[in-house]
């Protein structure tokens, strides 16, 4: 049976560019027109799947798609049945918690009974268990940064780059919680053809890797 790969790619965000850039460097071609959800390669058994991030590990551990190009923290925070085939070294960053600049850290434990706001809590929840620290974690799906101005939470735990949006905010980043970067995904259960596929796409993925060095 001709079986094609279905990679799941971010439709446009911080992770399309380079994942984009790095399928091209493998040598695959494809046609992306606008507002389209599926691609089909013209020179590769592959069909590449345009999604929105946090969708990309579900669709990856239910099968929908193969393999998936997503940020380490997505991956952890939605804790769905896939796993890491490789590290891309792209859309770095950290998940830091960050308290008002003005404030004194007194260290992890300063934490405890803390309102902590975050869109990763699954994540900041093993940190703090890891660290006995007990705190109240406070869910938002976005602008996390304002949330001690407005008097939503003492504290936040969000994704860092530059730091100027903590910068900006009157926020210092305090602990790192994660390093993350983008990473290649698979489902567990991948067919021997499909397996060839993934390998052949690894192989120019390292090469891409290492001529880049
Ligand atoms: O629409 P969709 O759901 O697909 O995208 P999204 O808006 O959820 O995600 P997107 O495109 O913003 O980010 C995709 C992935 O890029 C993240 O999951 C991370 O793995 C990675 N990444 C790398 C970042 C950043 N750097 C980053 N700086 N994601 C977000 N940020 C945000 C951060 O949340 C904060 O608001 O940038 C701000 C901080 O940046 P600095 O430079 O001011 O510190
Ligand atoms: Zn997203």
């Given at each position: 049976m001709n079986d094609i790969l279905r990679i799941a790619v971010?439709?446009?965000?911080?992770?399309s560019e380079d994942s984009f850039a790095l399928i091209k460097e493998c040598g695959i071609d494809f046609q992306n027109g606008i507002g389209q959800l599926k691609a089909q390669a013209t020179n590769f058994p592959a069909e590449f799947l345009l999604l929105r991030d946090d969708d990309i590990p579900g669709y990856v551990a239910d099968g929908v798609a193969d393999i998936g190009i997503v940020g380490e923290n997505v991956m952890l925070e939605k804790s769905k049945d896939t796993e890491v085939?490789?590290?891309?070294?792209?859309s770095k960053c950290r998940l830091s918690i960050a308290i008002p600049k003005n404030e004194e850290y007194k260290g992890i434990?300063?934490?405890?009974?803390k309102s902590i706001a975050t869109s990763y809590p699954r994540i900041l929840r093993h940190f703090l268990e890891a660290n006995q620290v007990s705190a109240d974690i406070h869910e938002i799906?976005?602008?996390?940064?304002i949330a001690p101005s407005i008097g939503l939470a003492e504290a936040i735990c969000d994704l860092v780059s530059s730091g100027s949006t903590l910068f900006t905010n009157g926020l210092k980043e305090v602990e790192v919680v994660l390093k993350s970067e983008a990473v290649l995904i698979r489902q567990k259960n991948l067919s021997e053809s499909k397996t060839n596929l993934l390998d052949k796409l690894l192989f120019r993925i390292k090469s891409v890797q290492n001529a880049r060095k």
């Open positions: 971010q439709k446009s965000g911080r992770l085939v490789h590290r891309l070294g792209f434990k300063g934490l405890e009974g799906s976005g602008s996390v940064e």
